[in-house]
């Protein structure tokens, strides 16, 4: 399946509240990391077992709370470039994250906003 979703990410006010809610809902288990993409801040791996697996972090200031897609691309400067070709809007632009790949994030024409994902080459 060509750009399959690969990653969702719960961007959480209280992220110590969240790991306990949903840990105890799915049973998921939960691995804390450092942040790849906030230096110095927390991030958690939610592995999931069969399926899309993500993560939860700290709510950047003044950005939403809620889950976030990812889907997964070739080119994630091309792929970047046509959103906004076709009246997407970006978000955050291409941004490394260190040994894992590139992400950006993009508004379609009618306010959904999703995550872009290159992953780096094994």
Same mark, same amino acid.
């Given at each position: ?35 790849? *993409?906030?230096?110095? #801040?927390?991030?958690?791996? /939610?592995?999931?077992?069969? %399926?899309?697996?993500? @993560? +939860?972090? !700290?709510?950047i200031p003044g950005g ?32 490394? *994250?260190?040994?894992? #790949?590139?992400?950006?994030? /993009?508004?379609?024409?009618? %306010?959904?906003?999703? @995550? +872009?994902? !290159?992953?780096?080459?094994?």
């Open positions: 399946m060509a750009n399959p979703f690969v990653h969702v990410e719960l961007n959480t006010p209280d992220p110590k509240k969240a790991k306990t809610f949903y840990s105890k809902l799915f049973q998921w288990q939960l691995e804390d990391v450092p942040n790849p *993409v906030v230096p110095g #801040g927390s991030y958690t791996m /939610i592995k999931v077992g069969e %399926g899309t697996g993500g @993560g +939860l972090m !700290q709510q939403p709370s809620g889950w976030l897609s990812y889907v997964g691309v070739d080119d994630i400067h091309a792929a970047t470039k046509k959103a906004e070709s076709l009246g997407g809007e970006v978000m955050k632009d291409v941004t490394e *994250v260190p040994s894992m #790949g590139w992400l950006s994030f /993009i508004r379609d024409p009618n %306010g959904a906003v999703l @995550g +872009l994902w !290159q992953a780096k080459s094994k």
